[in-house]
């Protein structure tokens, strides 16, 4: 039997951050079938206000060779998860949002080729005060105790013991180590007492339960703390060896990074036919009426100093790093 090729990421956020799995920065991608699987750590967005964007979203992420499934993160669309049909999947329960995209719910474990994956979503907003009530916030964010319970009679049906733990937010220990307050009780205070604390919680599972590595997102950073692996834009996979995953070569980054001389990035702008403005480079059907662009080779027209090459590298760069996911979209 084919083993599954297991992937693991962190924050997608809709649009903003699902470059990195594109056919340019998520190579090994484009060899993958939709038996294997690739998960994102929370904050997905695919399912936010139901409307078109969310469509788009769903069918860019699900025309993607391989299957996607993630447990929620804050930044979520709540109320709309039941709209959509409930199933099991490899032995979790999931929201089926596609053919080939699921929503794992809190506290479910997922079976694959005899590896155990749990997982539990959810995680404070660091941004509540600028977001509105059951508009772009909600309290769901947060578990409950019935969440919690669910979670421990599944552990405790496998002897405590998984392989893999899938989390958003992280354990109170580790929420510390990264320099945040442990999520202090004043932040209590915007939900209803049924809410727990999802540090506290994490904190709890990560005590009772023996597991290989944990995976989480939430911090908008790469890095790892013991066997806890936060992720933003690093891509690992499933593998035997002693951590239980390799790190893969993070496209992004080695994109971003690059730097050119005001001839090679002119020649680059000419030869790609591209169009700049203040905050963008790209083709010209990506501007408009309102967003009026100037050809890239008349940029250089003028002189151009070194702070003004740099910023029009980092757009450059940013545009290529786009680029297969703008072409599919």
Same mark, same amino acid.
């Given at each position: 039997?084919?083993? #599954?090729?297991?992937?693991?990421?962190?924050?997608?956020?809709?649009?903003?951050?699902?470059?990195?799995?594109?056919?340019?920065?998520?190579?090994?991608?484009?060899?993958?079938?939709?038996?294997?699987?690739?998960? !994102?750590?929370?904050?997905? @967005?695919?399912?936010?206000? +139901?409307?078109?964007?969310?469509?788009?979203?769903?069918?860019?992420?699900?025309?993607?060779?391989?299957?996607?499934?993630?447990?929620?993160?804050?930044?979520?669309? %709540?109320?709309?998860?039941?709209?959509?049909?409930?199933?099991?999947?490899?032995?979790?329960?999931?929201?089926? !949002?596609?053919?080939?995209?699921?929503?794992?719910? $809190?506290?479910?474990?997922?079976?694959?080729? +005899?590896?155990?994956?749990?997982? %539990?979503?959810?995680?404070?907003? #660091?941004?509540?005060?600028?977001?509105?009530?059951? &508009?772009?916030?909600?309290?769901?964010?947060?578990?409950?105790?019935?969440?919690?319970? #669910?979670?421990?009679?599944?552990? =405790?049906?496998?002897? %405590?013991?998984?392989?893999? !733990?899938?989390?958003?937010?992280?354990?109170?220990?580790?929420?510390?180590?990264?320099? &945040?307050? @442990?999520?202090?009780?004043?932040?209590?205070?915007?939900?209803?007492?049924?809410?727990?604390?999802?540090?506290?919680?994490?904190?709890?599972? #990560?005590?009772?339960?023996?597991?290989? =590595?944990?995976?989480? @997102?939430?911090?908008?950073?790469?890095?790892?703390?013991?066997?806890?692996?936060?992720?933003?834009?690093? !891509?690992?996979?499933?593998?035997?060896?002693?951590?239980?995953?390799?790190?893969?070569?993070?496209?992004?980054?080695?994109?971003?990074?690059?730097?050119?001389?005001?001839?090679?990035?002119?020649?680059?702008?000419?030869?790609?036919?591209?169009?700049?403005? &203040?905050?963008?480079?790209?083709?010209?059907?990506?501007? +408009?009426?309102?967003?009026?662009?100037?050809?890239? $080779?008349?940029? %250089?027209?003028?002189?151009?100093?070194?702070?003004?090459?740099?910023?029009?590298?980092?757009?450059?760069?940013?545009?290529?790093?786009?680029?297969?996911?703008?072409?599919?979209?």
């Amino acid at each position: 039997m084919k083993q #599954h090729r297991v992937f693991v990421t962190g924050d997608v956020h809709g649009w903003h951050n699902i470059d990195k799995l594109n056919s340019d920065n998520f190579p090994v991608g484009n060899t993958l079938t939709k038996e294997d699987i690739v998960i !994102i750590c929370g904050d997905a @967005g695919f399912v936010w206000d +139901g409307e078109a964007a969310d469509r788009r979203k769903i069918h860019w992420i699900s025309s993607r060779p391989f299957t996607t499934v993630y447990c929620d993160g804050n930044h979520e669309g %709540f109320p709309l998860f039941d709209q959509y049909e409930k199933v099991e999947f490899h032995g979790a329960q999931a929201h089926k !949002i596609s053919d080939s995209l699921y929503h794992i719910r $809190r506290g479910e474990i997922m079976e694959l080729d +005899g590896r155990k994956y749990f997982f %539990f979503g959810g995680a404070f907003s #660091h941004d509540r005060e600028y977001r509105t009530k059951d &508009y772009d916030w909600f309290m769901e964010e947060l578990p409950v105790q019935s969440e919690y319970d #669910h979670a421990l009679d599944r552990l =405790a049906a496998n002897d %405590f013991k998984v392989d893999y !733990i899938i989390t958003h937010d992280v354990p109170l220990k580790y929420n510390l180590r990264m320099g &945040y307050h @442990g999520v202090s009780p004043y932040m209590m205070e915007n939900y209803d007492k049924s809410f727990l604390n999802i540090c506290a919680v994490l904190q709890n599972i #990560h005590e009772m339960t023996s597991y290989t =590595a944990w995976f989480a @997102g939430h911090y908008h950073v790469n890095e790892r703390l013991d066997r806890l692996q936060v992720l933003l834009d690093d !891509i690992v996979e499933i593998s035997d060896n002693e951590d239980g995953y390799i790190m893969l070569e993070n496209y992004v980054r080695k994109t971003m990074s690059r730097v050119f001389t005001r001839e090679e990035l002119k020649q680059r702008l000419i030869e790609e036919d591209l169009y700049i403005n &203040y905050n963008k480079i790209g083709t010209w059907k990506q501007f +408009g009426v309102r967003d009026p662009a100037l050809k890239g $080779r008349e940029f %250089f027209d003028v002189p151009v100093t070194e702070n003004e090459l740099r910023y029009v590298t980092d757009l450059y760069n940013w545009y290529t790093v786009k680029k297969a996911t703008e072409d599919v979209c």
